[in-house]
């Protein structure tokens, strides 16, 4: 018996970011189940490189291969497939940067490296701050953050991201009003290793989705209004399964040591245009040097108070910024605090103030 058809739609990372260069098409699948599809089961397909500026040569075909699999929050009999980029020899695209983490997360199992990301964005339309007077600003910052009433701007479009993102089965695990207004966070995980990439690459691809529908767009620019307002960041909180364990605190403090050895290099991994952002104002620490403590804001790694206390618990990170490529800055805080061979600086597009960034650091003397 010939199985009922289904959608597929295919998404993948088409090089430009990670937020919204993320393109998809739709198959109707009709050689198996909807029940009984899994990732393997299901085929490689292929879109023109060319019309997203991918291709190399005169071969301008692009492979998507099937890598995760998810409820779709849209569609009825459907499902969202995540895929990477290859070109046709089989080689990885050269911005799948998917590929280059898993390698690294797939090298060190046993450390189970688990990460929760808090994703803050601005919600804009045409071009500003929703809602935001048409001349001038609102008022200044203060009653916005985790706020309820007319102050707040925004909240049905993040609460309907929310949903739509526990009907994926996304680890979603909250979101909230930030401090500026029309400015939100949702956070991802606890995830482990590459899932958690996935799951805020998949985040980000269904408030594509919502955005589109609404005629809205998701900023995730890391300082998209200047001046006296908070940019936006994407704080990452890490362990091992050391640090989780009892007198894990250890493992946390060693791997903060290492975190200062390589912090010049580990920033250039968080998001392009994070000098704007990370100022020592506006809750951020300044990226020319490194910082940590306890129960702080203002540095670039807090231990929280309960973790101190508890002697066992993870740390955060946070300096990257709300543009970050969730593969890259996620297995290079990785293997940075833990003292293994990351990904290379030479996978990024330099950024014309790491200079000015070095410089003050030995100026500081780091």
């Given at each position: 018996m010939q199985p009922e058809s289904w959608i597929a739609e295919y998404v993948w990372l088409s090089g430009k970011?990670?937020?919204n260069d993320v393109r998809s098409k739709y198959k109707t699948i009709t050689n198996i189940s909807i029940e009984q599809a899994t990732v393997d089961k299901l085929p490689e397909w292929n879109f023109d490189g060319s019309s997203t500026g991918q291709h190399?040569?005169?071969?301008?075909?692009?492979?998507?291969?099937?890598?995760?699999?998810?409820?779709?929050?849209?569609?009825?009999s459907a499902k969202v497939v995540l895929c990477e980029c290859f070109y046709p020899d089989g080689t990885p695209e050269k911005n799948n940067t998917r590929i280059v983490a898993k390698k690294i997360f797939d090298a060190h199992t046993a450390d189970e490296p688990m990460f929760g990301l808090e994703q803050e964005y601005f919600i804009y339309k045409g071009g500003a701050p929703f809602m935001w007077?048409?001349?001038?600003?609102?008022?200044?910052?203060?009653?916005?953050?985790?706020?309820?009433?007319?102050?707040?701007?925004?909240?049905?479009?993040?609460?309907?991201?929310y949903q739509a993102c526990l009907r994926m089965e996304l680890k979603i695990s909250g979101m909230?009003?930030?401090?500026?207004?029309?400015?939100?966070?949702?956070?991802?995980?606890?995830?482990?290793?590459?899932?958690?990439?996935?799951?805020?690459?998949m985040a980000r691809w269904c408030y594509q989705k919502i955005a589109e529908k609404y005629g809205l767009e998701i900023n995730y620019e890391p300082k998209p209004i200047k001046g006296d307002w908070n940019g936006?960041?994407?704080?990452?909180?890490?362990?091992?399964?050391?640090?989780?364990?009892?007198?894990?605190?250890?493992?946390?403090?060693?791997?903060?040591?290492?975190?200062?050895?390589?912090?010049?290099?580990?920033?250039?991994?968080?998001?392009?245009?994070?000098?704007?952002?990370?100022?020592?104002?506006h809750e951020t620490s300044k990226l020319s040097e490194f910082t940590s403590g306890i129960g702080t804001r203002h540095t670039s790694v807090r231990i929280g108070n309960d973790i101190a206390a508890a002697g066992q618990g993870y740390f955060e990170d946070r300096r990257p910024a709300s543009n970050i490529d969730p593969y890259l800055?996620?297995?290079r805080l990785y293997s940075s605090s833990m003292g293994y061979p990351g990904p290379a600086v030479d996978c990024l597009e330099p950024q014309a103030w790491w200079a000015e960034l070095e410089a003050e650091a030995k100026k500081n003397g780091q």
């Open positions: 970011n990670t937020y190399r040569g005169d071969n301008t075909e692009i492979v998507i291969r099937p890598a995760a699999m998810y409820n779709h929050p849209f569609l009825q007077p048409e001349n001038g600003f609102p008022a200044p910052q203060a009653d916005y953050y985790c706020g309820n009433g007319s102050q707040v701007t925004g909240r049905e479009i993040a609460l309907e991201h909230n009003a930030e401090v500026a207004p029309s400015q939100w966070e949702f956070q991802v995980g606890p995830c482990v290793g590459i899932e958690e990439g996935d799951h805020l690459v936006s960041g994407c704080h990452m909180n890490f362990s091992t399964k050391a640090m989780r364990e009892k007198g894990g605190i250890k493992a946390i403090n060693d791997a903060v040591k290492n975190l200062e050895k390589t912090f010049l290099d580990d920033v250039k991994f968080y998001g392009g245009d994070n000098n704007q952002r990370m100022t020592g104002a800055a996620t297995a």
